[in-house]
């Protein structure tokens, strides 16, 4: 089932499967599986370039290489830009550190050196808007329309988990990268036409 609030067309299973990422167990794992970078606008490759030497310091030797050979993104196989990566995998932006989840310590949990970098005051930009919307991909369609599918990948087994024992539906978990991309009207929009979901889709 497809749901159209302005020109954004959204499946319903945002709306009614649940999601809640679990950095306790996955570790961030999202930016160093796959064999491509984060989707990246060319408005968006400006701002990697204009905030990189604030994160330059997080980055492995080997990342900081190429980009400086590469650039901070490239042309995928499908012909997208996306982020720059090492060994075929690693986003370039990637930075691990222990973090205190839940009075627990994690230890070497892969973080964006971007929102590393936002969260610690030193820059205003977080991070590409499609590293935040995941696990929802957004693609351009030949009308000119967006459209929002729910991308399901086994690393992220863990945020499922933890999101149907919290009962958290994946727009509400990306409340705020949802508003960031498309405003506070939508959302209210895209909430309100949740409650309206027929129960077979639960």
């Not at 590409?128 to 919307?133: D, G, M, R, T, V």
Request: overall charge negative.
């Amino acid at each position: 089932m497809i749901i159209q609030i302005d020109n954004v067309l959204v499946s319903s299973d945002i709306l009614t499967e649940n999601f809640c990422c679990d950095l306790t167990k996955c570790k961030g794992i999202c930016c160093i599986e796959g064999d491509a970078g984060a989707p990246v606008t060319l408005e968006e490759i400006d701002l990697l370039e204009e905030n990189l030497e604030e994160v330059r310091h997080d980055m492995s030797i080997q990342a900081q290489l190429i980009v400086e050979t590469q650039g901070v993104a490239c042309t995928d196989k499908d012909g997208d830009l996306v982020t720059s990566i090492v060994n075929g995998r690693d986003c370039v932006f990637t930075c691990y550190k222990d973090l205190n989840l839940d009075d627990e310590i994690v230890k070497n949990c892969c973080l964006c050196a971007y929102e590393k970098a936002f969260r610690e005051g030193r820059t205003e930009w977080p991070k590409p808007i499609s590293c935040a919307l995941y696990p929802i991909r957004e693609d351009t369609l030949s009308n000119g329309l967006t459209a929002l599918a729910y991308h399901r990948w086994h690393v992220c087994k863990d945020a499922v988990k933890k999101g149907n024992e919290l009962k958290i539906p994946i727009y509400k978990f990306l409340k705020k990268p949802l508003i960031r991309r498309f405003g506070e009207d939508w959302y209210v929009a895209l909430c309100e036409a949740a409650k309206h979901i027929p129960e077979g889709l639960y």
